[in-house]
């Protein structure tokens, strides 16, 4: 028996190739429906226990283990009053380096080296060779650095992040390159810098 003879029987003992086609038809949502929650965007010190908790313990905490710890972390977050920024940081944290990171203050033992704001100059000089090679770009990558630089001199780059930028051979790359080496939180306040260049 020949290969689509063979086909043709399969397809026959199936019900043929009729492909059914849904009749319906995308609907867009209400302009005044809101958009379902799928982020927490004001952390509280309840949700900022609740993440220590879990990086202390692991998500499969008994209650009697958790307890205790969201008391204290609630309490140290109330004491120490976090603003609203380091509440989502350390919220949106998946390391206690992260955490020493968004709020020094809740985690003195476990200090993150920073890059010195004066340092930042020297930091970025090798962002600012690169652009001599793209001298039809030259204003706007001038200023996308100095908003990296700003970036650096406000946002307490970790040392290791620094290093990486320092090292960087093109000046598009902080960002994808260099982003094992920071918090997702100091990630997201530079490209939100930069994004502002115009």
């Given at each position: 028996?020949?290969?689509?003879?063979?086909?043709?029987?399969?397809l026959a003992?199936?019900?043929g190739s009729s492909r059914q086609v849904s009749q319906a038809r995308y609907q867009p949502p209400a302009a005044n429906h809101p958009?379902?929650?799928a982020y927490l965007t004001e952390a509280t010190c309840a949700d900022v226990a609740t993440n220590l908790a879990s990086l202390d313990l692991g998500n499969h905490a008994?209650?009697?283990?958790?307890?205790?710890?969201?008391?204290?972390y609630t309490a140290s977050c109330a004491k120490l009053l976090l603003?609203?920024?380091e509440?989502?940081?350390v919220y949106d944290a998946t390391d206690r380096t992260t955490v020493a990171w968004c709020a020094p203050r809740m985690m003195p033992d476990a200090a993150v080296a920073v890059v010195d704001p004066r340092d930042c100059p020297a930091?970025?000089?090798q962002l600012r060779l690169q652009i001599a090679a793209q001298p039809s770009q030259t204003r706007l990558l001038e200023r996308q650095i100095n908003a990296v630089q700003t970036s650096c001199e406000r946002d307490r780059w970790?040392?290791?992040f620094g290093d990486c930028v320092r090292k960087l051979r093109y000046s598009g790359n902080v960002a994808p390159f260099c982003a094992g080496a920071a918090p997702a939180a100091l990630l997201r306040m530079m490209n939100e810098r930069v994004a502002l260049v115009k």
């Amino acid at each position: 028996m020949t290969r689509s003879a063979i086909v043709i029987l399969v397809l026959a003992a199936c019900g043929g190739s009729s492909r059914q086609v849904s009749q319906a038809r995308y609907q867009p949502p209400a302009a005044n429906h809101p958009p379902p929650p799928a982020y927490l965007t004001e952390a509280t010190c309840a949700d900022v226990a609740t993440n220590l908790a879990s990086l202390d313990l692991g998500n499969h905490a008994d209650e009697e283990q958790l307890e205790p710890l969201l008391a204290q972390y609630t309490a140290s977050c109330a004491k120490l009053l976090l603003n609203q920024v380091e509440r989502q940081c350390v919220y949106d944290a998946t390391d206690r380096t992260t955490v020493a990171w968004c709020a020094p203050r809740m985690m003195p033992d476990a200090a993150v080296a920073v890059v010195d704001p004066r340092d930042c100059p020297a930091v970025v000089e090798q962002l600012r060779l690169q652009i001599a090679a793209q001298p039809s770009q030259t204003r706007l990558l001038e200023r996308q650095i100095n908003a990296v630089q700003t970036s650096c001199e406000r946002d307490r780059w970790p040392s290791a992040f620094g290093d990486c930028v320092r090292k960087l051979r093109y000046s598009g790359n902080v960002a994808p390159f260099c982003a094992g080496a920071a918090p997702a939180a100091l990630l997201r306040m530079m490209n939100e810098r930069v994004a502002l260049v115009k």
